[in-house]
Structure formats: structure tokens, C-alpha cells
């Protein structure tokens, strides 16, 4: 069985509330089961994920703190040790973008 990396009790208040209410858009716009499940693990993901470069709100992420993790995610650099496709690394930049337009 897989080992849990990323836990929701480390989110700190700013990226909880964005996380939450991304989640909220995606009940509102009556996303199947599987994929409201999908938002709130690739958001959690992202989110510490900018948490551990030290990104502590949304409202700090710039295009630059974007690019570093994406260099990051390709090198192996995250929780999980491995390099990330460009599929994941696209799920994880529509995630942002869902939590940031929240």
C-alpha cells in the first residue's frame, strides 16, 4: 500500500480556504464523485507543495514560484521522490489555477 505524503492537517488557514472553496466550484458545477475526489487530492498536493518552497498564501504565487516547481516536479523534487509526467504536472497547474480564480 502507498505511503501518505501529503496530509490535509498541514495546510495552513490561507491554502485550507482556497483548497475548500476550489472544492465548493467543483460541487457547484456538479463534478462526478471520482473527480471532486481528484480536486481535493491534487489540490492538497499542490498546495503543501508550495507550502514546503515556503509559498505560505496564494496570494505570494507568481509565475516565477510556478516555474521553479515545475522544474521541480520534473527533477523529482517533491514528497514523492519521482519525477512527475506533463500530464500531472498539468493537473497540478489547472488545480492552482482553480484554487487561485477562487
Keep these: 500500500m502507498a505511503v501518505k505524503r501529503y496530509h490535509d492537517?498541514?495546510?495552513n488557514e490561507a491554502w485550507g480556504k482556497v483548497r475548500n472553496l476550489a472544492i465548493e466550484d467543483g460541487?457547484?458545477?456538479n463534478n462526478?464523485?471520482?473527480?471532486?475526489r481528484n480536486t481535493r487530492d491534487v489540490t492538497r498536493w499542490v498546495a503543501l507543495d508550495l507550502m514546503d518552497r515556503g509559498v505560505q498564501s496564494p496570494d505570494s504565487v507568481d509565475q516565477r514560484i510556478w516555474i521553479d516547481l515545475v522544474d521541480a516536479y520534473r527533477n523529482g523534487q517533491s514528497r514523492s521522490g519521482k519525477p512527475l509526467s506533463e500530464d500531472s504536472i498539468r493537473k497540478r497547474k489547472e488545480a492552482l489555477v482553480q484554487m487561485l480564480r477562487a
Design 9 to 11: 492537517r498541514e495546510l
Design 27 to 29: 460541487v457547484g458545477r
Design 32 to 36: 462526478r464523485s471520482k473527480t471532486q
